[in-house]
């Protein structure tokens, strides 16, 4: 099999660090890609050590390594707790996971995911699900599509963005990402267009595929997956993605307080490990990708 091109992963060395490996331990890499991470996780394990790696991407196949300690599962995350059983695995010494987009898709034209090139509407990393950016654009009301830019792109200009989206596809299908820019050309400010329409592509790219909710789902799973003293080391791109692992680290809750004692306590299933990870100005200009990665680091109580 050819391997895919694939960039460096973003603050490599920092989020193996904080798995604190074990040479004789089980890890999980719930965002394979290009295995640059896995390949860094292999190299502090032992020859009893064991690597679980999933991606739902059907190109990432191509880059699965050839170790006997490493199973690359071709499946979402969100799935982490039934696939590990089905391999005998209850529970692991740590989790990693990058929940940016890879570059290779990025640099992949027809799977729709970047500003960058013409394509049709598409942008799923799991090129079999039903849902593709093409019917959040045609199919969603005009209160969804709302929803999407305002929550997930953080677009003031939202409520306009949506409405004019549903008078236009109602003239004509808008089936290309070309098509879609001139659709919104008049929000497309010009100083500020490549953010703007990153933005909108971020929006649509969350909601097709599910990232919060599937986040959500993984955070979840985690208590109960690992081992006591076991690590969890997570790097997030947008502010809601971030906000979730920050207050589920801290309260054991996505929204509002955990309960307390009379004594004002309150019990969590995990302690944060560290402080906010960043990356250096350095990396940064190396890999631009970088600039908005947030790396945080928890571990089983």
């Known amino acids: 099999m050819m391997t895919m091109e694939y960039h460096n992963p973003v603050l490599l060395n920092e989020t193996v660090e904080g798995l604190d490996i074990k040479p004789d331990g089980v890890y999980v890499d719930v965002t394979f890609g290009g295995g640059g991470h896995s390949k860094a996780i292999l190299k502090q394990l032992g020859p009893d050590g064991k690597l679980f790696a999933f ?53 992949v034209a027809e799977r729709g995911f970047s500003t960058r090139f ?11 699900s039903h849902l593709s ?40 299908e808008i089936k290309t990402s070309e098509q879609l820019k001139l659709v919104l050309k008049r929000f497309l ?27 959500k789902e993984l955070l979840l799973q ?22 979730l692992v920050k207050r ?8 509002g307080e955990p309960e307390r004692d009379v004594f004002g306590n309150f019990e969590v299933p995990l ?15 190396i890999n631009n990708r970088a600039r908005s990665a947030k790396l945080r680091i928890a571990e089983k109580l």
């Open 271 to 285: 302690k944060k490990v560290g402080n906010l990870i960043v990356p250096t100005q350095e990396e940064i200009k």
């Open 133 to 172: 950016a093409y019917n959040v654009i045609n199919d969603y009301e005009e209160e969804q599509l709302r929803q999407v830019f305002y929550q997930y792109g953080e677009l003031r200009q939202a409520p306009a963005m949506a409405r004019v989206i549903v008078e236009e596809r109602s003239k004509a």
């Open 248 to 255: 589920f680290i801290r309260n054991g809750l996505f929204e």
């Open 55 to 107: 991606d739902q991407d059907q190109d990432a196949l191509s880059n699965a390594l050839e170790d006997e300690r490493f199973t690359l599962i071709n499946e979402n995350f969100r799935f982490i707790k039934r696939f590990l059983r089905f391999y005998g695995v209850k529970q692991v010494d740590g989790i990693l996971a990058d929940f940016g987009v890879s570059s290779h898709q990025f640099d």
């Open 118 to 128: 013409e394509s049709e509407l598409d942008m799923r990393m799991n090129q079999n």
């Open 189 to 215: 400010q010009p100083k500020r267009e490549n953010k703007i329409l990153a933005q909108i592509y971020q929006a649509i790219r969350i909601e097709v595929n599910q990232e919060i909710e599937v986040l």
């Open 222 to 243: 985690t208590p109960e997956l690992l081992k006591k003293g076991g690590r969890l080391s997570f790097i997030s791109y947008h502010s809601l993605e971030d906000r």
